[in-house]
């Protein structure tokens, strides 16, 4: 893949070259979205790796709806979903730092302003962890601390649910309030982890998408057993001319865009914002 996808991409993290994250493991957790054709087969729409929100939704409505509706669970075979949060511990205690036998997990929250606070809430209590903002922690000697009312108590692995630029203000953003001074070093002198790692944004845009593929080929020599969504990439002249030519039909994505922000759906568009759309594609073509 072309070399400035990565390198300038606005997620890219030079600090985390040459680092050996443990386990050399960088995303733990990932949010894949699916969506299921009319030909019957599911397609990867797109790959969320930073931050991956939402499941605690979906454990909910489960719950929900299995109370409400129970007859239909007795008539279908529904796989089970409520382990996800064993799972999800089970996952983060592995990825502790060498040597350590019983690691203490932590979620870190921006904390219940964030729009997600429910969620990072709900997984801390379904995983009997934690649930700890920025000013509760600190670092001492390249190991990180949770202040409890029993005194400073070592946390080993941290559930950021805070985006890279405000983990360390020492290290990314100076006026980030959200984060722990000296974090990154604590990761970097291999004595705490992050999950996931710092960088793992890279994956998440839109752009990269369309090379995943050939990385699975390329690294594991395997084909993918799901399929990507066809996707035209917009800096190459065809792709460009094709897409112009069928905007009513087609979905268009910022390769930055997430949330639903900054797309066209064109089938769903009026004449007028696709005209409008088409002209900010003609401006900025690669983005």
């Known amino acids: 893949m072309p070399r400035e996808l990565v390198l300038e991409n606005s997620e890219y993290r030079e600090e985390m070259r040459g680092l050996k994250v443990p386990g050399g493991v960088y995303s733990h ?30 454990l909910e409505n489960r719950r929900m709806m299995a109370r409400l509706i129970p007859e239909m669970f007795a008539r279908q075979q529904i796989a089970p979903v409520e382990r996800y949060p064993d799972a999800l511990l089970e996952i983060l205690r592995q990825a ?37 903002e920025g000013a509760d922690l600190f ?4 190991a990180v601390y949770a ?12 559930y950021r649910r805070i985006n890279d630029d405000y983990l360390d203000p020492t290290v990314f953003r100076a006026d980030s309030m959200l984060g ?13 982890t992050l999950a996931n790692a710092p960088g793992t944004g890279v994956a998440d845009d839109k752009s990269v998408y369309p090379y995943v593929p050939e990385m699975i080929r390329f690294y594991l020599s395997e084909e993918p057993i799901l399929h990507n969504v066809p996707t035209y990439q ?9 897409t112009l030519e069928h905007l009513h039909e087609l979905v268009v994505k910022e390769v930055h ?8 759906v064109g089938p769903a568009s009026t004449k007028a914002e696709i005209e409008d759309f088409r002209q900010r594609i003609l401006a900025a073509p690669s983005n």
């Open 234 to 242: 917009l800096r190459q002249a065809d792709d460009l001319r094709y």
């Open 180 to 192: 722990v001074p000296g974090i990154f070093e604590a990761y970097r002198a291999g004595r705490v």
């Open 96 to 132: 502790a730092p060498a040597g350590i036998d019983n690691p203490i997990v932590a979620v870190l929250t921006p904390g219940a302003a964030n729009s997600a606070y429910f969620e990072h809430a709900f997984l801390a209590q379904q995983m009997g962890v934690e649930l700890v």
């Open 139 to 142: 670092v001492r000697e390249d």
């Open 29 to 58: 957790i990932s949010g894949i979205d699916l969506v299921r054709a009319g030909d019957g087969e599911y397609y990867v729409l797109e790959d969320n790796l930073r931050v991956p929100s939402g499941v605690s939704y979906m």
């Open 257 to 264: 865009g997430a949330g639903g922000y900054g797309m066209l």
């Open 147 to 158: 202040r409890t009312t029993r005194g400073a108590q070592r946390v080993h692995v941290i």
